[in-house]
């Protein structure tokens, strides 16, 4: 970068100026009709993928899939100081997880490669160069000192810091004799008056006078890293991104992108900008929250489909909200017209019942039930490990079983291994003492119960256990039917509360609700 500026001072070319002239402009944004359509999510390694990313990289993906597009992750990692260990592999494979992997990534390759910024450093000094010798960029020499000190005498005085343009107008002569002693300036870009219109697909049209409220921005800084205006541009131009689809926080700097695209003499996509995801009470979704990071859900046994259709349906983009649409679905039902300007407001205590509904249309698929039953042996071979004295509650049939039973009953697959359950996977400890303190004829029950399994030749079914249930008061000196229900939940779960006894019954087998009836019986 210093040789370019040493040989541009040799030439004696300008440093001001904006190249050829190009007159006012109104930014033509329009895709050129049968152009493919290629789409980026450009997060920042910063941290982990949240649910604001997960939304964002949603509305691309499913942007770029409508109109057999191309999905592209970009690492935007720039800021190499807050760079935080495992974000970029945890960025993709949450993507991945979630069902949208990208098409072309830093994993993947793909022909617009690298995509990880700070392997791009050679095409930013390449614009660079070109906006410095059209005179559309110069250097700057001011110390991190002295921007400081510009920064605290404007908040001090109530005003919204911005750069004072010192070295804007600096002479060949000046700039060659602070090259002597500082080779290696930020350069930054000069920004014009007039800052073209544009019309955004989401907002409508728009202009930002940035000239009137900003100083001319740094575009590369002096470890010749470039900031985020500056990399956008060059690498949606490169990468022949046709469409920009961001977070609405970037609205006011599309300005400034759209004055360096017209300053390098490249034609912009088109950009929508997306309105914010916020919590349900208005506040912004924050990483400080900690519960917003999609590994946390993806722990908590949430599923990648529940997540995509509650943060869909709590904001814009489709003809109505619903629950329970797919990703084919939504992909289907998906127009970037139908986004409006209103911020979209997530309720996560609505994720449970999202879930719920997601859970059951897998278990109703065989081939995806299968994958459930392994799931589940999973998680209670994890939760239970030794406690599990029979194997048996391993058998893909007793899981399977276990699933179709209480399908629409769960929101998670985890909730079957939570301490309400236990008894479908550990036999529970149940004295005598507790279940004669519900009826003193708990003895008389357990004789009625086993004769129920002896004449059901081991077919038990819901409706026939019902019909049998419903008849042990009889000849039981007006014992209630809820408490004959009672002691037969807690003697074969160990619990006062739970799911109907009959399916408890129909759950465990006959076996093994012969086995625990018979050691009420013994102890």
């Not at 986004?339 to 997530?346: E, R, Y």
Request: hydrophobic letters at 40%; charged letters at 20%.
């Amino acid at each position: 970068m210093a040789a370019l500026l040493k040989s541009l001072l040799r030439s004696r070319t300008p440093l001001v100026g904006l190249g050829r002239p190009r007159g006012r402009r109104e930014a033509r944004l329009g895709a050129d009709p049968g152009a493919a359509v290629r789409v980026r999510f450009a997060p920042s390694p910063t941290g982990f993928l949240h649910l604001g990313g997960l939304r964002t990289a949603l509305y691309n993906y499913i942007f770029a899939k409508k109109h057999q597009g191309i999905f592209i992750l970009r690492l935007e990692d720039t800021d190499q100081n807050r760079l935080v260990p495992g974000a970029a592999e945890n960025i993709e494979d949450m993507l991945e997880w979630a069902g949208i992997p990208p098409d072309e990534s830093p994993r993947r390759g793909g022909p617009a490669g690298p995509y990880l910024q700070s392997q791009r450093l050679a095409l930013y000094a390449q614009a660079a160069d070109a906006l410095l010798r059209t005179g559309a960029a110069y250097p700057c020499f001011c110390s991190p000192q002295r921007l400081e000190l510009l920064k605290k005498e404007a908040l001090r005085n109530h005003q919204t810091p911005r750069y004072d343009n010192r070295c804007r107008n600096l002479s060949q002569a000046q700039v060659a004799q602070k090259l002597a002693t500082n080779p290696k300036p930020a350069i930054r870009f000069r920004l014009e008056e007039q800052a073209p219109a544009f019309q955004d697909l989401v907002y409508g049209w728009t202009r930002h006078e940035v000239a009137s409220v900003e100083g001319d921005p740094v575009i590369l800084k002096s470890d010749g890293f470039p900031t985020y205006h500056l990399a956008c541009v060059v690498d949606d131009h490169h990468m022949g991104v046709s469409h920009v689809l961001r977070g609405s926080e970037w609205l006011v700097s599309t300005s400034k992108h759209l004055l360096l695209y017209q300053a390098l003499g490249w034609q912009p996509p088109d950009f929508a900008h997306l309105p914010l995801l916020l919590n349900k009470d208005g506040s912004k979704l924050s990483k400080r929250q900690g519960d917003i990071f999609l590994e946390h859900f993806a722990a908590a046994g949430f599923l990648p489909d529940a997540l995509l259709d509650i943060i869909t349906s709590c904001g814009s983009g489709f003809a109505e909200n619903q629950m329970g649409r797919t990703l084919p679905e939504l992909i289907t039902q998906f127009n970037l017209t139908r986004i409006t300007c209103h911020s979209a407001l997530l309720d996560l205590e609505k994720l449970p019942e999202f879930n719920r509904l997601h859970l059951c249309r897998l278990v109703s698929s065989e081939s995806q039930r299968r994958q459930l039953v392994a799931q589940l042996q999973a998680l209670v071979e994890g939760t239970f490990g030794s406690q599990l004295r029979d194997k048996d509650v391993l058998n893909p049939a007793y899981v399977e079983r276990i699933i179709l039973l209480r399908q629409g009953h769960i929101s998670r697959l985890q909730d079957l291994v939570s301490p309400a359950y236990s008894y479908l996977w550990t036999r529970p400890a149940v004295g005598q003492a507790q279940l004669g303190a519900i009826s003193e004829n708990a003895d008389v029950i357990a004789k009625h119960v086993l004769g129920i399994l002896d004449r059901s030749g081991g077919n038990l079914t819901q409706d026939v256990l019902n019909t049998e249930l419903k008849k042990l008061p009889e000849g039981l000196g007006g014992t209630k039917y809820s408490t004959v229900m009672k002691l037969l939940r807690v003697a074969l779960s160990g619990h006062t509360q739970g799911p109907p006894v009959a399916e408890m019954m129909v759950s465990l087998g006959p076996k093994e609700v012969r086995e625990r009836i018979q050691k009420v019986l013994s102890s």
